[in-house]
T-cell receptor, first 113, second 109 residues
Framework: DGGITQSPKYLFRKEGQNVTLSCEQNLNHDAMYWYRQDPGQGLRLIYYSQIVNDFQKGDIAEGYSVSREKKESFPLTVTSAQKNPTAFYLC????????????FGSGTRLTVV | QKEVEQDPGPLSVPEGAIVSLNCTYSNSAFQYFMWYRQYSRKGPELLMYTYSSGNKEDGRFTAQVDKSSKYISLFIRDSQPSDSATYLCGMDSSYKLIFGSGTRLLVRP
């Protein structure tokens, strides 16, 4: 079945550490996205990528970094510069060739300990 | 002012009621409009996707877009307890999807 796989489901980070969240899709979608969701709030865009080897900052990119070396993969690194990283992180992908909107993964819950 | 405004609720209705969820937006460049349902601690799932003004129906769900008023709605007929979730509106232009803050819906048996 086609879809988006995020791993791990739960992640714990110590203060000052960098951590990388994985996102893989087999939908052949061109565009991929990372969102952050805080409790009781909507989704805020961190980074997005329309094609391989290219990406743009979203509304809250500070303290995060991404890469897009392959069409299928869009990993997100939460750096030590991100002062409040505890949140639910969602990865999504989309294609203009379909009428199916954006497809989301099941999310990674990151907690700073 | 946020680009997309959505009443956070919570909205509590009895089973069988018609539910109306709404979003307003300020960016006239938005071309694609979506509604997502999100259960607690899960990723959002797409309910409706449209790119033109007017109504689109799918089972118990109807999405309505009024571009002249910059207003979109989602109607749920014969609401069920299983519809209890957070509903997010999303709007897209140029490969960038912006969400409202979500409305929490509770359907009471």
């Amino acid at each position: 079945d086609g879809g988006i796989t995020q791993s791990p489901k739960y992640l714990f980070r110590k203060e000052g550490q960098n951590v990388t969240l994985s996102c893989e899709q087999n939908l052949n979608h061109d565009a991929m996205y990372w969102y952050r969701q805080d409790p009781g709030q909507g989704l805020r865009l961190i980074y997005y990528s329309q094609i391989v080897n290219d990406f743009q900052k979203g509304d809250i990119a500070e303290g995060y970094s991404v890469s897009r070396e392959k069409k299928e993969s869009f990993p997100l690194t939460v750096t030590s510069a991100q002062k409040n990283p505890t949140a639910f992180y969602l990865c999504a992908s989309s294609s203009r060739d379909s009428n199916y909107g954006y497809t989301f993964g099941s999310g990674t819950r990151l907690t700073v300990v | 002012q946020k680009e997309v405004e959505q009443d956070p609720g919570p909205l509590s209705v009895p089973e069988g009621a018609i539910v109306s969820l709404n979003c307003t937006y300020s960016n006239s460049a938005f071309q694609y409009f979506m509604w997502y349902r999100q259960y607690s601690r899960k990723g959002p799932e797409l309910l409706m996707y449209t790119y033109s003004s007017g109504n689109k129906e799918d089972g118990r769900f109807t999405a309505q877009v009024d571009k002249s008023s910059k207003y979109i709605s989602l109607f749920i007929r014969d609401s069920q307890p299983s519809d209890s979730a957070t509903y997010l509106c999303g709007m897209d232009s140029s490969y960038k999807l912006i969400f409202g803050s979500g409305t929490r819906l509770l359907v009471r048996p």
